[in-house]
C-alpha cells in the first residue's frame, strides 16, 4: 500500500525557489575579483540564476550534460550554481589550484561543454585552452569591458551573456535521482576520481547540515564560506543558507587573516567555515594585530584534522568555539560533526575539550562502522581502531564513468583510519597509507603532528613513515618554524615527553621552511615522502 | 543523467537505527498508565520494538494492513510506532476522545486488523468491540496480570506476546513511498477522513521539524510532547527526537498543570509542545502553586490559535517563549513555525512580540499562497486576507478510500483563511466557515477571542456569527469566567475600545459556565453555533 501525500522531488531550484519566497530581501554580499563588494538579495540571485538558465540553452548546453567552473566564492559563481543544476545541466566545478595538466584532464574526463571562469584564472584557462577541443565556450565572470585578452582563446563576457538572456523561466520538473553537480577528489594518487551528485544527495545532505546538532544554521545567522565552492561545493553551504534564509558573505580570492576579519567585522557575520591552515592564519593575524571578531560565535573546521591547540587558543583568547567535522567528497562532504551531548553538559570545561577535539558523531543520514584487516567489526571503546567505512543518502556510490564499484558490501571504504566512542565520537587516527607501521604496532602520524604544533615555536609539521631495518617504519618529524622563533631537535623531542608512549616518539627531526601542500591545502605526505626518500635515520 | 549516489529509501525503522546506534544510552522516560514512572532508553525500545514486529508476523496482520492503537504517549505506544510502520505496516493511531460510534466508523474504514490500547480505555474499547467485526486481535498495553476483564472481547496482554516472540529481527527495506501511518482528520462536518502519511513523507516531516528555526531540536534536548502522539503523532516528535537523539518524556494520561510541572521538573525537561488549553491549564497551575519551570527554555503552541494573552504571561511570569506553529493533519502536520529572522534582533522587545504572535513562516518543504474567492493571488503585505493553500512534501495529496483529490491546481486548500506579511509570516484570521460575513465585510472570529481573553476575568471565549435582518450575519461573543472574577456585558465591551474598529464589536455576551470543545481540545464553533442556533440579537 502506497501513502497518499504530495509527489514532489527533491530538488535543488527549489532551495532558492524557497529563499526568495520567504527571505527575499535577505542579502547575499560578495567580495569580487575586481576588489569591491558586490550587494544584492536572494530575490535578485533568483531572477539572475533564471536568466542564466536561458543563457545555457542559448550556449548550447544541452540537458545533462557539464557546464564548469573555475571560480572563488562570490555571487555569480552561487548563480551559477543554481542556474546550471536548476535547467538539469550539470554543475562541474574544477579545483583551480590544480596543475594546468589535472585541470585539462578532468574538464576532458567530465566532458565539459563550457567553462566560466573568473579573472583571476584567466592565464590558467589561456594554458588549458588548447587541450581541451571540446569545450565550446570560455566565459569570463566579468562585463564586458573587462574581457581579458587570451592567446588562445577568445572569453564570452557572462554579463553580455545574461543581458541577452530572456529573464522569464520556469524551472523544470526534475527526476530527483538526476545528476546535478560534478566534484572530482584531489586524487594524491593516481587520476582524480569525479563523484556525482544527484538533486535528492545534494537537498537532503544540506537540510541534514542545517541542523542544530551539526552547522545550526538560522534565518539569524550571516554566513561567511572561507572553503571554496570549487571544493566539495564550499561544504554545502550554497544550498543550505537558501533553506534557512540566512545571509551569505563570499570572500572571492581574498582570503587571509585581515580581509577576512575586515568582512567578518564589516557583515557581522556569526558563522564560518574552513580548512585549519586559514584559521591558522587567522589566528596570527588576530594574534599580531589585536582586532577581535566581535559577531563570529562559531567556527567550523574540516578538510583535515585540526590541532587542538587551534582550537584551545580560539576559545581562551577569542571566545570562539570551532567545531571539528569530518567529511570527504565522495560524501557531499559531510559524515561527522562536534556538538556536545546532554550528558557532556555538566562536564568542566577540560573534560568537554576531551570530546570537542575529536571529529565528531555522524550526522543524521550518515551511518558508520570502523573493521579489522579481515572486514570484521571493531568495538566502539574508544580505543580500537581500523578502516572506517560509511553508508548514507549522500554518499557516493559509484565514480563517473568508472564501472568498478567503489563499494564493499554497500559500504564505502574512506581511506582513514579511526577509533568511535560509545557515544559514537569518531577519532581519526590516520590515513591508511599515512599510518606508521612500526614493528606491527601503528603508530598515528596526526597524533604526532598534533603535539608538535602545540609547542610555541611550531607553525606546521609533518610526519612520515621512514625505512627501518628493525622495525620497517619510524617516525620522522619535519616542521617548519613561526617567524622569529627558534627550538632545537631535542629540546623539540623533549616537548612529546609524557604526551605519548615513549616508543612512539619520532626518531628524527627535520626543519624546513615550507611543507608541500595538495590543491585543497591540506599537508602532501605523498610529496613529503618523495621529499625525504634519500633520508635515512641517524640512528641506522 | 542520473546522480551516482548511494541510493537508500527514507524509512522510519532508520530514525530508531540512528538513536540506537549513536544514542543508545540516552533515556525515554514515561509516566505510565499504572501511576509509576518507566524508565529505558533509545537501545531498550529498539530491541522491544524489533520484538513487536515479530509478534504482528505472529498476530497475523499482513504488510501493509493498518494497526490501530488507542493509547497515550508512552513508551510502548512509541515502540508500536517503530514495530508497526518500520515492519512495513500502517501505524493507525486513533483518537480515544471521539464519540465510541466515531471510533468504530474509523477502524472499520481503515479496516484495523489488531487494536492496541491503553487500560484506560478498556471501556472504550468494550463499546466498540461489537461494531467491529474485523479487527482480529484486541491487545490491551500491559502485563498479563493487569489484563482487564471486558464484557464482549477477551483482550491479550501485549507484555506476553513480547515474551513470546522471537527478538531477532532485521527490519525490511522498503519502498519510501509505502504507506507508513494513518490518522483521520477530527471532521466538524462530515465523516472523518484518513491522510495517509508515507515514509518518505515522515522522514521529511521530521527532519524538517528539528531544524534550528523550527522545534530546533538537538542531543542536548529533553522534551516532552503533551500533544497526544493520537494526535497528528505528537507533531512527529517521536521521530525527530530519534534523529537528533533528545531525551524523550512521555506524560502519559497526566496532563493536568501539577503533574507536567512535577514531570518538567524531575526530568529537566527543556523543550514541550501542546495546545493552548494544556498551557491555561499549566499557566494556572503556576500562578496559583507558586512554582517555577526552572528548565523549560521554549514551548510550542498549535492546534489553535494561541491567545497573545497567553504567551505574554509565560514570557513575562516565567521567561518561557512560547512558539506559535501552524499546521493541520492534512500537513503532517507542520506548516509554519515562528522564530525571528535577523532583522528582527535589533527590534524593541514590543516590536518582537508583534512578530511572535503571529502563526510562523514556512518551514521548508511547505510552501504557501494566499487566493481570493476567485482562485488569484492576493498580496504579501499582511492586511489582504484569502483561503491559505499549501502544497509540499509532507501535504495529503489525496484521502485515503476517497477517489476525488481535495487538492486545487496541486495545492490543497487549508480552510484556514489567513494573511502573509512580506517577511512570509503568517496570521490566520479565521477558519473559512468560521469567519463572520457582516454586510459584505469579513470579521474575525480569533481576533474578537482573542480581545476577550486578555480581560483579566475572562479564562475562554468563543465568538459565532448570528443571524442580523440588516448585515446578514453580527458577532456574539460567549464567554467563561475565571473563578471567583466577574465582569458584566458592558465592561467587557468596554475592553474592545481601541482594540478593533468599531463596526466589529460583537453586538451581545453571553455568559456560560463551559464551552464546547472538538476531540482535539479546540472550541467547537458547530456545537456552538447548535447551541446558540434559537438565539436573537437584543436589538434586533
Redesign the interface.
Known amino acids: 500500500?502506497?501513502?497518499?501525500?504530495?509527489?514532489?522531488p527533491?530538488s535543488i531550484s527549489s532551495?532558492l525557489v524557497?529563499a526568495d519566497?520567504?527571505?527575499g530581501?535577505?542579502e547575499i554580499v560578495s567580495r569580487r575579483v575586481e576588489g569591491d563588494i558586490h550587494r544584492y538579495t536572494y530575490h535578485d540571485a533568483h531572477q539572475r540564476s533564471r536568466r542564466a538558465a536561458n543563457m545555457l540553452e542559448r550556449l548550447g548546453v544541452a540537458v545533462?550534460e557539464r557546464a564548469a567552473t573555475l571560480a572563488w566564492n562570490g555571487y555569480r559563481h552561487f548563480e551559477l550554481y543554481y542556474a546550471i543544476s536548476g535547467s538539469g545541466r550539470?554543475m562541474h566545478t574544477i579545483n583551480p589550484r590544480l596543475h594546468p595538466e589535472q585541470v585539462a584532464w578532468i574538464a576532458n574526463d567530465a566532458q565539459d561543454q563550457v567553462l566560466f571562469f573568473d579573472l583571476t584564472f584567466a592565464p590558467l584557462v589561456d594554458a588549458v585552452a588548447p587541450h581541451c577541443p571540446n569545450i565550446k565556450h570560455w566565459v569570463a565572470l566579468c562585463a564586458e569591458a573587462d574581457l581579458p585578452a587570451l592567446k588562445n582563446i577568445k572569453p564570452l563576457a557572462y554579463e553580455t551573456l545574461l543581458e541577452q538572456a530572456d529573464s522569464a523561466y520556469d524551472w523544470p520538473l526534475l527526476?530527483e535521482?538526476?545528476?546535478?553537480c560534478l566534484c572530482y577528489t584531489s586524487g594524491t594518487t593516481g587520476n582524480p576520481k569525479g563523484?556525482?551528485?544527484?538533486?535528492?544527495?545534494t537537498v537532503?545532505h544540506a537540510?541534514?547540515s542545517?541542523?542544530?546538532?551539526v552547522m545550526?544554521?538560522?534565518?539569524?545567522?550571516?554566513v561567511l564560506p572561507v572553503v571554496p565552492m570549487f571544493h566539495v561545493n564550499a561544504w554545502g553551504t550554497p544550498y543550505s543558507c537558501p533553506?534557512?534564509?540566512?545571509?551569505l558573505v563570499f570572500p572571492g580570492p581574498a582570503l587571509d587573516g585581515a580581509s577576512l576579519t575586515e568582512l567578518f567585522e564589516q557583515e557581522k557575520v556569526t558563522f564560518t567555515a574552513g580548512v585549519p591552515t586559514v584559521w591558522l592564519g587567522l589566528l596570527q593575524h588576530l594574534q599580531k594585530s589585536g582586532q577581535k571578531l566581535t559577531t563570529v560565535n562559531r567556527m567550523v573546521v574540516g578538510g583535515s584534522a585540526c590541532p587542538p591547540a587551534l582550537m584551545k587558543a580560539f576559545k581562551d583568547e577569542f571566545g570562539i568555539h570551532i567545531h571539528h567535522a569530518w567529511g570527504m567528497t565522495e560524501m557531499?562532504p559531510l559524515g561527522t560533526f562536534n556538538?556536545?551531548?546532554?550528558?557532556h553538559?555538566p562536564l568542566s570545561a577540560e573534560e568537554q575539550f576531551k570530546v570537542h577535539v575529536r571529529a565528531g558523531?555522524?550526522v543524521?543520514g550518515v551511518?558508520i562502522k570502523i573493521v579489522d584487516d579481515a572486514g570484521k567489526d571493531l568495538p566502539w571503546d574508544g580505543v580500537a581502531f581500523g578502516d572506517l567505512l560509511v553508508?548514507?543518502?549522500?554518499?557516493?556510490?559509484?565514480?563517473?564513468g568508472l564501472d568498478k564499484s567503489p563499494?564493499v558490501d554497500?559500504w564505502?571504504p574512506t581511506g582513514d583510519v579511526a577509533t568511535i566512542d560509545?557515544?559514537?565520537f569518531i577519532q581519526i587516527t590516520d590515513r591508511s597509507k599515512d599510518v606508521i607501521k612500526s614493528g606491527g604496532e601503528w603508530i598515528s602520524s596526526i597524533d604526532l603532528e598534533n603535539i608538535a604544533v602545540s609547542h610555541p615555536a611550531v607553525a606546521e609539521a609533518g610526519v612520515i613513515g621512514v625505512y627501518h631495518p628493525k622495525w620497517d617504519e619510524r617516525p620522522l618529524l619535519v616542521v617548519v618554524l613561526k617567524d622569529g622563533q627558534d627550538v632545537d631537535r631535542d629540546a623539540l623531542l623533549a616537548h612529546f615527553d609524557g604526551k605519548i608512549a615513549k616508543w612512539m616518539l619520532p626518531d628524527d627531526v627535520q626543519f624546513v621552511t615550507e611543507l608541500p601542500h595538495t590543491a585543497t591545502g591540506k599537508i602532501s605526505k605523498l610529496k613529503l615522502r618523495e621529499q625525504f626518500k634519500d633520508y635515512r635515520l641517524p640512528t641506522v
Open positions: 500500500m502506497q501513502g497518499l501525500m504530495m509527489d514532489q527533491l532551495l524557497h519566497r520567504y527571505h530581501d535577505t545533462g550539470v527526476d535521482q538526476s545528476a546535478a563523484v556525482l551528485y544527484s538533486h535528492r544527495s537532503l537540510m541534514g542545517c541542523m542544530p546538532d545550526n544554521l538560522s534565518a539569524c545567522d550571516v533553506i534557512v534564509g540566512a545571509k557531499s556538538q556536545l551531548k546532554n550528558k553538559l558523531r555522524p543524521f551511518d553508508k548514507g543518502y549522500w554518499v557516493v556510490g559509484q565514480y563517473y563499494l554497500g564505502f560509545p557515544d559514537g
